[in-house]
């Protein structure tokens, strides 16, 4: 079921579609706050694919947000809105969401030529 509200203690992702492997893969970058909440300050990062993201019930064509909590990987659907939404906000994973669309933009517009 898709949620589309966005708390700030979710960050948004949309995962990118990749030549190889299932088509897509991601990396979920953690703050330390986050590592720790994991339970190893060292992870910097989690690394995620199509079928992961399938085996979370999601929907990988399509924006997700995640959080850590219990130490646990927890993941949502979100509508595009949504992911637009926070891209237009003052959040801290603004610009991130920013930037994402802009090379989704970009790469529409290369497929196009």
Do not use: C
Request: proline share 3%; hydrophobic share 35%; no cysteine.
């Amino acid at each position: 079921m898709e949620d589309n509200t966005v708390g700030t203690e979710w960050k948004v992702e949309w995962a990118t579609r990749k030549p190889s492997s299932d088509g897509y893969l991601d990396n979920l970058v953690l703050t330390r706050e986050q590592a720790v909440e994991y339970g190893d300050e060292l992870v910097m990062s989690l690394r995620v694919n199509g079928e992961i993201l399938r085996a979370e019930g999601l929907d990988p064509d399509e924006p997700f947000a995640w959080k850590i909590e219990d130490g646990e990987l927890l993941t949502k659907q979100i509508s595009r809105q949504s992911f637009e939404q926070v891209a237009e906000s003052d959040r801290e994973d603004a610009f991130y969401a920013r930037r994402v669309l802009e090379h989704r933009a970009e790469r529409r517009l290369s497929d196009l030529r």
